[in-house]
């Protein structure tokens, strides 16, 4: 069994114990089997931690490129009225950014 696999798979082919498998036993899984599904469940659950972090990341710079150009466009119409399809076009973005910004905020 490798990493990859889901660790239900361990159960399902029975108790792994030093890099082997014992199929069809039902052995009752030691504290030190415990210990190392434990230790690859916290080690999956980092690995995820840090996907999330960089995606966060990755969000946060996103919505601040598209703000500023927004920004850059708004200043760019100087006193000028916005045309519907333009301020269509600001409003949709806006809204785009806003749901990017309400990705993770359980109160959005």
């Known amino acids: 069994m490798n990493?990859?696999?889901?660790l239900i798979k361990g159960f399902q082919l029975g108790v792994e114990t030093a890099g082997r498998v014992y199929e069809g036993q039902r052995?009752?899984?030691t504290k030190q089997d415990l210990e190392e599904m434990e230790k690859r469940i916290m080690s999956k659950i980092s690995d995820a931690l840090g996907d999330i972090k960089t995606l966060k990341t990755q969000l946060e710079k996103a919505k601040l490129e598209i703000l500023t150009k927004i920004q850059a466009l708004i200043d760019a119409?100087?006193?000028?009225?916005l045309t519907p399809e333009e301020e269509q076009a600001r409003t949709e973005l806006k809204a785009t950014v806003q749901a990017l910004d309400d990705i993770g905020d359980p109160n959005a």
């Open 3 to 6: 990493d990859k696999e889901p």
């Open 27 to 29: 052995t009752a899984a």
């Open 77 to 81: 119409s100087g006193d000028r009225e």
